[in-house]
């Protein structure tokens, strides 16, 4: 089994232009340099893009109907996983780019209560402190 790292990094993000472009390399440091080899950026950025052959990363240039923001992250993934031809037994840990607080460590508590509880998915958790505002 093998564990694949894939960034969804759209040109066309909402709310900040081009957030991704300054928000991927952040998340790829995130990853060890001996799993980089594992990482797969899914973008229609060219920027993005030649980030990725600079840095020696995988990268699936996504197809138009997929870069919008209506396409679902369900099918972004099925793409990449065909593209890549994955084998049936590989995971998957899909590393937004807007979360850029995330650590390896947290990534792999993930993966370890996905292990421990036999998961076939689940996603990421952070606890977080209450708000004062909303204590009563």
Known sequence: ???????????????????????????????????????????????????????????RTRPAYLATDKASMRDVIKDTIDYFNFAPNDRIVVLYPTFPQRTFADIQSTLDFLNENQLRSCTGKKTTQRSPVLES
Request: charged letters at 25%; hydrophobic letters at 35%.
């Open 1 to 59: 089994m093998r564990t694949w790292y894939l960034i969804p990094a759209r040109k066309g993000s909402k709310g900040l232009r081009f957030k991704n472009r300054k928000l991927l390399p952040l998340t790829v440091n995130q990853i060890p340099g001996a799993e980089r080899k594992n990482i797969i950026v899914t973008t229609d950025d060219e920027q993005l893009i030649d980030y990725c052959h600079q840095h020696q990363l995988r990268v």
